[in-house]
């Protein structure tokens, strides 16, 4: 009794261990074996490594995702990548903020320090005001500018009288502009959303210049119905205020698959690409086209990721043609 529970033992022992040895090499002879990671299936009949799979979007295996030797300058794999649908806007750049400097007392105008177009700093003199009554307490009156900036408006002239709370000087201060724009309903929302990176803009004289959105308003004008969006465009050359700018504004962030309008194929209201097979084969896919973005469009369906597809056409390209013969026509065309 003994005996058997020995030789029970030890059979127990062998197995285990045949079992272990197998493991370790891929699986038992004519199955799939298990990965010691909690028993997913892995490899094929004799322990083959593990067929290469198709992606979740449907591409195709990572071994097809290769360019063959030679074809890179008219042959590219399609892959997802970014890309902002936008909305053209435009308006003329205002300063950052616009200052009018009041008297404070009335009186007489001394001296008025600076002239239009002037810059001044903060604190320096702007209008010296007198009053024509003796006692300490009616010394001149120094008006100081409370910003750095561009003198634009000047109310006042030497000896004329001016009454206390009247305007005297606007300072508009250009360390930085506004552009101000409508929006629709639709829009507004759209980019109060995406508001953060920077927005590339042009003027009519060619100047290129840069801004942020800083804020989208929360209701529209209701004399409009537009909505309006506020954009800080630094100090930049170029920029000045007054400049009319055009601006494409981020309504919607896309990711997926473009291709260029010059390599489309229409055929009978179709839209179609050149694509290589697995096989290295050339064929025409047909594609479901979405929404065009410059001389792009997004591709709906009919061109997965990892498929090789030809970004050069010579015309001559046909049904079934082989990689080789493919290869030669441009190798007679460069």
């Given at each position: ?22 493991g ?121 500018s ?7 408006e ?31 309903d ?62 494409d ?44 973005f410059?001389?792009?469009y997004?591709v ?22 082989p ?12």
């Amino acid at each position: 009794m003994a005996n058997k529970k020995s030789f029970g033992l030890i059979a127990i022992i062998l197995a285990a261990g045949i079992g272990a040895l197998y493991g370790q090499q891929g699986g038992f002879p004519g199955g799939g074996g298990f990965s010691p990671q909690g028993g997913t299936p892995r490899g094929g009949a004799g322990g083959a490594p593990p067929a290469a799979t198709a992606g979740q979007d449907g591409s195709p295996p990572a071994q097809a995702a290769r360019l063959p030797p030679g074809t890179a300058r008219f042959m590219a794999i399609a892959s997802p990548r970014d890309k902002s649908l936008t909305i053209s806007v435009a308006g003329r750049l205002e300063p950052l903020r616009r200052i009018s400097h009041s008297l404070s007392v009335g009186g007489f105008v001394e001296t008025v320090h600076v002239k239009l177009g002037d810059r001044v700093r903060e604190g320096q003199a702007l209008v010296t005001i007198t009053r024509d009554a003796p006692g300490d307490s009616y010394r001149p009156v120094v008006l100081t500018s409370r910003i750095d900036g561009r003198v634009a408006e000047l109310a006042l002239s030497p000896g004329a009288e001016a009454r206390a709370g009247a305007a005297a000087v606007t300072v508009l201060d250009d360390s930085a502009y506004l552009l101000r724009v409508a929006l629709s309903d639709r829009d507004a929302h759209r980019v109060a959303s995406l508001a953060g990176p920077d927005i590339l803009a042009r003027s009519a004289d060619g100047a290129r210049l840069s801004g942020r959105v800083l804020s989208v308003s929360t209701e529209p004008d209701y004399a409009t119905g537009l909505f309006s969006a506020t954009i800080r465009v630094a100090a930049q050359d170029g920029a000045r205020i007054g400049l009319a700018v055009f601006m494409d504004l981020p309504v919607a962030a896309l990711r997926g698959i473009f291709i260029r309008s010059e390599l489309l194929v229409r055929r009978f209201g179709r839209s179609l690409a050149w694509v290589l097979d697995a096989d290295d084969t050339v064929r025409v896919a047909p594609l479901v086209l979405g929404n065009a973005f410059g001389d792009e469009y997004l591709v709906s369906s009919g061109l997965a990721s990892g498929t090789r597809y030809l970004t050069r056409l010579s015309g001559k390209e046909r049904e079934g043609m082989p990689l080789e013969e493919l290869i030669a026509i441009w190798a007679g065309s460069s």
